[in-house]
């Protein structure tokens, strides 16, 4: 597995790591027996970065991982967290109290006494350009409750703002063949910054894995099937805010530009994953795993021995073509 230094924490990362939303069952049941695999499974493929959030699964998700490291010690796995959802969003919630109290409690759901990192979890957009949110982050830093703090991001707007602020360590962004716009101006200030970038949603909800057609059902509890419209939260979150159908053309199309690029050595969910973690400034992509079998193949794609610099500009015709006026400008 490639390793990656994670931005200003200086740490070094797996470039593959692990999403755990799915292992809250926010969207669909995994038991505690498929969240331990599935972590299992990651560790032993080289996975070292795992990502989760206060309110994945009301904190079971980081139970999962805690319960996980008490049985793995001194292996070198980073977890991120995540926190601020907790509370209606707005900019008065986001007070030194509040994160406080945020992160105790995932202290306490990790079994740790300082968290490796904690990110704001996409705050309402003047949460960025508050210099009270920074200096209440600086002060979680000096009390030692946390050694290190990024944000996660719906925008690009929203991730320069963060990137410019000297102690950000990390920015977590969408970013996959289906999401191209921060490879314009916030990869560059970032890898300029030396803050690191955290590729979320890589297969755009799965749809880049080829796997998905018309006639695919979600569970009604997946977020693939509620959300579409927005309705629950940012709807950038789920198929990367493109269109189911549009989606599935374009999808084909990238199946069909992975087989030709890479032949049979990449399915075209490690094709896209591979792709991801390659574009300069990146520090890790975090794919989520339901099944062991998912999770090993995930992990495949940061081999780096076996990958050669992925294709760009046919990644660049299919967004340009299909994918662009639906997200471009909203994100």
């Not at 896209?272 to 992509?285: D, H, L």
Request: charged letters at 25%; one cysteine or more.
């Amino acid at each position: 597995m490639e390793q990656q230094v994670l931005g200003r924490t200086g740490r070094l990362v797996s470039a593959v790591g692990l999403g755990t939303w799915q292992l809250g069952a926010d969207w669909g049941e995994v038991s505690e027996a498929d969240a331990r695999a599935v972590l299992e499974a990651s560790l032993e493929a080289g996975v070292t970065f795992f990502d989760t959030a206060d309110v994945y699964g009301d904190g079971r998700s980081e139970q999962a991982i805690g319960a996980f490291l008490k049985d793995h010690p001194d292996t070198g796995i980073t977890v991120a967290t995540k926190m601020g959802r907790r509370m209606d969003q707005v900019p008065e919630n986001y007070v030194l109290q509040h994160f406080r109290e945020w992160t105790d409690r995932s202290r306490r759901n990790l079994g740790v006494d300082r968290l490796d990192l904690v990110q704001l979890h996409c705050p309402p957009t003047a949460v960025y350009s508050s210099d009270a949110v920074y200096d209440a982050l600086d002060q979680l830093v000096s009390d030692g409750a946390v050694a290190a703090y990024g944000v996660s991001v719906e925008k690009s707007s929203e991730a320069l703002e963060a990137i410019a602020r000297p102690n950000v360590a990390t920015v977590q962004i969408i970013l996959n063949a289906f999401r191209l716009k921060p490879l314009e101006e916030v990869l560059p200030a970032a890898s300029s910054a030396g803050v690191g970038i955290i590729a979320r949603v890589p297969l755009a909800s799965g749809l880049l894995s080829g796997r998905y057609t018309k006639e695919t059902v979600f569970a009604e509890n997946d977020h693939r099937t509620f959300n579409r419209d927005g309705a629950a939260f940012d709807v950038g979150e789920t198929f990367s805010g493109v269109p189911y159908e549009v989606g599935l053309e374009a999808a084909s199309r990238f199946t069909e530009l992975a087989r030709d690029r890479v032949g049979d050595s990449l399915t075209p969910a490690q094709a896209a994953i591979a792709w991801a973690w390659q574009r300069p400034g990146v520090s890790s992509v975090i794919p989520g795993a339901r099944n062991v079998e998912q999770a090993r193949a995930n992990a495949a794609a940061g081999d780096a021995a076996t990958l050669g610099p992925l294709f760009m500009s046919g990644v660049r015709e299919i967004y340009e073509e299909m994918i662009k006026e639906h997200v471009h400008d909203k994100w």
